[in-house]
């Protein structure tokens, strides 16, 4: 009777021991996992949660190394997006391996399965070839998925130099550092959402250049959401369909336009992004399941300006924080998108009126050949105020006349063409370059801005003498090639900037042009041309100028002289280079 009785209570005793070992076990694990879960809500983006990960898990199993890696499924490869424990030919190898379609097959396994992978002994069950484990230095191996959004987003590797038996608690142990790397990754994600948004929008609102705005916006949506492909709709003028914009690679056949009043893209008008997981069927030859998440672009008071659009060469099951991440997307390109439209509106208005400024019909020169340059700084704010006439004065003498009115843009260009027609009407009255530049300077003093003003020179030519009557208005000084000395002077003449000081006096200054000599004016643009510290300045226009001017035309030297500057360095301004020659004076 006491023998039974002492049976049982073994029995019981033994049963309590395995509870309580069982306990401290679940207490091991629930402690480990808990320390990875608070460790990996520290780090906020995908990188720094991968990197701890990596190192955590693989003290957490007990590896030798261990390595994280992200699926390509396009390519059906993966790329190592960390490591620990590799070394030298070692390290070399798994990013071979990764590069390489099926390079890493154990992996693949615990990714297609979604769930770990925990082999004993790679060689006896299987798995690998000796001649593979002692390559791989892998004769234990554990893979662990990783799932971000419902997508095959990768995996953990574990990697163990010997044969190894994995308890129940070493399978529970990889199962909850798979759901909690999973959760960190969804949380990182998250972040890098936030994180992409924000730059993103400081990047798309420095932009002025519409094509440079669609370029911004197609580059940002695949990188939110890591699509294959991006494009940007514009609504045309039937507030029916949607257009590609031309700005942009063209979408594959079947997506170059869309209706939205068809019952798939519906959500569009209504301002809803639309998520389609079957957009191959829209696709002609696609080559396997595709999806997409399209976006509306809001324009003023809620109409529908655009779409944009993301496409994925995969069935994509895309949760809500990304189709909403693409929607706050597309509202952030809503402003530089309508920014941009009217930039380029200003900019065709602007241009129009430069092409007037620049069109000059020449009247008759007489012995005299000119040749004219101008080139524009290019960059966003192209339209600048330089210009350059050329016209009939009362008293059958020419009128030649360079300038630069400060400012870009419209009204810019509007100013300049004030300023032009305004020296004509002064030169008509009195040609004198002091008389028309001291009225020219008072107009524009009451027509300007306080922050604008202009610089010129204004030389009146005598086509019978070949006496030309220079002024300037803090303008740089014109220069005389002399064919008979090879040399080359410089017209300095005193008088200020045009339109900021009132009662101004403008000196002038008179010369002959003798056979083979050229006068050349230009604007600062040419002698401001930059590389590094290094301003290219007068004396290398001086230089040029002695070195081409009797070997080419006055057309050809004009462009010799800009394109020797652009050699130079770069050319930060508007520039226009106005050359000159006459023949020998008549008898």
């Known amino acids: 009777m006491v023998s039974n009785v002492s049976e049982v209570e073994r029995a019981r005793t033994e049963e309590l021991e395995r509870i309580v070992e069982s306990l401290r076990a679940d207490s091991e694990l629930a402690n480990a996992l808990l320390g990875l879960s608070g460790a990996l809500a520290e780090v906020r983006s995908l990188e720094q949660t991968i990197d701890l990960a990596v190192r955590m898990v693989n003290e957490l199993m007990g590896a030798d190394r261990c390595f994280s890696a992200t699926w390509i499924p396009g390519q059906q490869r993966f790329t190592i997006t960390g490591q620990v424990g590799f070394e030298g030919e070692q390290l070399d190898q798994l990013y071979e391996l990764a590069e390489v379609p099926d390079g890493l097959p154990l992996l693949r396994q615990a990714l297609k399965q979604r769930a770990p992978l925990l082999i004993g002994d790679t060689v006896t069950d299987g798995h690998l070839t000796m001649n593979d484990a002692k390559l ?19 995996g953990i590797g574990l990697l163990f130099e010997e044969p190894r038996r994995f308890t129940p608690k070493d399978e529970a142990l990889a199962r909850g550092i798979a759901r909690q790397v999973g959760v960190a990754l969804a949380n990182a994600r998250q972040f890098n959402l936030l994180q992409t948004l924000r730059a993103f929008g400081e990047r798309v609102g420095s932009k002025l250049a519409l094509h440079e705005v669609v370029t911004e916006v197609v580059a940002g949506a695949r990188e939110l959401l890591a699509g294959d492909a991006a494009w940007v709709y514009f609504l045309d003028s039937s507030s029916r369909t ?3 914009a031309s700005h942009a690679e063209t979408p ?3 997506l170059t336009r869309i209706d939205v009043t068809h019952e798939l893209w519906s959500g569009l008008a209504r301002g809803k992004a639309v998520p389609i997981t079957d957009v191959d069927q829209l696709i002609e030859n696609p080559p396997g399941p595709m999806s997409a998440v399209i976006a509306p672009i809001p324009g003023s008071e809620g109409a529908l300006l655009g779409a944009v659009l993301v496409l994925f060469e995969r069935a994509l099951p895309l949760g809500a924080d990304d189709v909403e991440a693409l929607s706050v997307l597309a509202a952030q390109s809503a402003l530089a998108i309508e ?10 208005v602007a241009r129009s009126l430069q092409e007037g400024l620049l069109t000059t019909e020449f009247p008759a020169m007489g012995s005299c050949t000119h040749g ?16 350059f006439d050329v016209f009939d004065l009362p008293d059958g003498r020419l009128a030649l006349v360079v300038g630069d009115v400060s400012g870009k843009g419209a009204e810019a260009a509007a100013q ?16 004198s370059p002091s008389s028309a530049l001291f009225h020219l300077n008072n107009a524009l003093i009451k027509s300007f801005p306080e922050d604008r003003f202009m610089t010129i020179m204004y030389s009146v030519l005598d086509l019978e003498t070949n006496q030309m009557t220079v002024g300037l208005g803090g303008h740089p000084s014109p220069l005389i090639y002399r064919y008979a000395t090879r040399t080359v002077e410089a017209i300095e003449v005193a008088g200020s900037i045009v339109g900021a000081f009132e009662d101004q006096s403008y000196e002038q200054d008179v010369f002959e042009l003798r056979d083979g000599d050229v ?20 004396w290398r226009v001086e230089k040029s100028l002695a070195h081409h001017a009797s070997s080419l035309s006055v057309e050809q030297l004009a462009r010799r002289l800009y394109d020797d500057a652009r050699e130079f360095g770069t050319v930060t301004d508007d520039t226009i280079v106005f050359t000159l020659g006459c023949n020998a004076s008549p008898k």
């Open 252 to 254: 594959v056949a079947g």
């Open 339 to 348: 920014n941009a439209q009217r930039f380029e509106r200003q900019q065709r």
């Open 136 to 154: 791989r230095t892998a004769r234990a191996y554990c893979g662990l998925p990783l799932i971000r959004w419902g997508e095959e987003f990768g």
């Open 242 to 244: 949607l257009v590609a």
């Open 519 to 538: 006068f050349v004016a230009y604007t600062d643009g040419l002698v401001e041309a930059r590389n590094g510290p290094k301003l290219y300045g007068r």
């Open 416 to 431: 300049t063409a004030m300023a032009k027609y305004m020296l004509r009407a002064f030169a008509t009255r009195n040609s």
């Open 372 to 387: 004219a340059v101008y080139e524009p700084a290019g960059g966003e704010a192209e339209i600048g105020g330089d210009f």
